[in-house]
């Protein structure tokens, strides 16, 4: 069964500085999507970011990036000129492209501070 | 264009209450999806359907039962409330091959059981 590992229960960072949040997670499978999402204190839970396994090339939206290394199994998200609305639960998840209706697997979070 | 709509969106029951979690999506996806979320757990799969007029149990299904009403709605049902049922609830809908600027999931339903 596939799982997904973030380590990082908290992070901060100041305004305008850059941080990174760490995501692994274990599969057989060579076709999947990798995903971040991020949930303000609303809950609504918003796609940052998605990557698919068969690209090399690592996904960028606007200041979010990330840093996908298959054969590591991990897939981190850079935050670049961190911003106050950037403070969320973050949440990685996994999900299998072999299969349709497959769901989302999701790590525990990351709770990202940002200060001014 | 909606996309995903739940209701309601806050719920207080008594234990041993029952309810029913709507969700409705206009994304015209095949596959619907139930999750909970609960402090450090991140969200966990109650139910799923992959199509409409099938459903499968997820990871924690213990005390729910879904209804796959039609390609559009997936409704959550708690027979009988229980304290430990108190979360959030999401429901989403993920088509097979996903791009990266449409959104998935309902606004949730925090649900208190006391």
């Known amino acids: 069964a596939q799982t997904v590992t973030q380590s990082q229960p908290e992070m901060s960072v100041q305004e305008a500085e850059t941080v990174t949040l760490s995501c692994t997670y274990d599969?057989?499978?060579?076709?999947?999507?990798l995903f971040w999402y991020k949930q303000p204190p609303s809950r609504q839970m918003i796609l940052v970011i998605r990557?698919?396994?068969?690209?090399?090339q690592n996904a960028t939206e606007n200041r979010f990036s990330v840093n996908f290394q298959k054969a590591a199994k991990s897939f981190s998200l850079k935050i670049s000129d961190s911003q106050l609305g950037d403070a969320a639960m973050y949440f990685c998840?996994?999900?299998?492209?072999?299969?349709?209706?497959?769901?989302?697997?999701f790590g525990k979070g990351t709770t990202l501070s940002v200060s001014s | 264009n909606a996309g995903v709509t739940q209701t309601p969106k806050f719920q207080v029951l008594k234990t041993g209450q029952s309810m029913t979690l709507q969700c409705a999506q206009d994304?015209?996806?095949?596959?619907m999806y139930w999750y909970r979320q609960d402090p450090g757990m991140g969200l966990r799969l109650i139910y799923y359907?992959?199509?409409?007029?099938?459903?499968d149990k997820g990871e924690v299904p213990n005390g729910y039962n879904v209804s796959r009403l039609n390609k559009r709605e997936f409704s959550l049902r708690l027979e009988s409330a229980a304290p430990s049922q108190t979360s959030v609830y999401f429901c989403?809908?993920?088509?097979?091959?996903?791009?990266?600027?449409?959104?998935?999931f309902g606004p949730g339903t925090r649900l208190t059981v006391l």
């Open positions: 599969t057989s499978e060579s076709d999947y999507y």
């Open positions: 994304m015209n996806h095949n596959s």
């Open positions: 989403a809908t993920i088509p097979p091959r996903p791009s990266s600027n449409e959104q998935f």
């Open positions: 998840a996994y999900r299998s492209a072999r299969q349709a209706g497959t769901a989302l697997i």
């Open positions: 359907s992959a199509s409409e007029g099938t459903t």
């Open positions: 990557q698919e396994a068969y690209k090399q």
